[in-house]
């Protein structure tokens, strides 16, 4: 079946320009998940939808980053302006649950990740 | 989120089993045991997770100890596929973080 899948795969920008990555999530699924993949690094988590609404956005790590999801299906993070740190992988997970009482159980499905570099 | 101990890498000779070990010692009554893995240039991808039972599924098995404060990740016949980075995250039902807390994870090595 049809899993996450994120686009542009790779994107090449120059510093300053904006950015919009793309998250096509499994269909059916509640919760939205995007993380980003520094070189050398672990995954760092930065927003959680559930269905549209972003309970905590505390995890963006900038005001120059903002995430939006409509019709409860594709997300868009945004980068303004962006920066030579903001080079990463980002990844867009989704899955079933999300916050619930049994969100203890729910397994992520991560997507292949957009490679962003800021030249 | 209670915080995983898990050894930085571990080699491992093709075709035989692999233990892999994660110490949780902080870990509350409600925290689920997840276990992920990331191949080379791609996402994370889900292995099995247990709470309080030892779990098998057709990828791994997931041993448990009694007191639940460690776990080993056992993959019973390792193929070259197999080398990743292995993630073990604990995962809190209801409240807490909605996202999964990757620690540095274990590099598995598989020897051909």
Redesign the interface.
Known sequence: GAGVSQSPSNKVTEKGKDVELRCDPISGHTALYWYRQSLGQGLEFLIYFQGNSAPDKSGLPSDRFSAERTGGSVSTLTIQRTQQEDSAVYLCASSLIGRSLQGGTDTQYFGPGTRLTVL | DAKTTQPNSMESNEEEPVHLPCNHSTISG???I?W?RQLPS?????VI?G?TSNVNNRMASLAIAEDRKSSTLILHRATLRDAAVYYCIL?????G?????????THLIIQP
């Open positions: 409600t925290d689920y997840h992920y791609q996402g994370p991808e889900y997770h709470l995962k809190v039902a209801g409240g973080a909605d996202g999964l807390t990757f620690g540095k994870g």
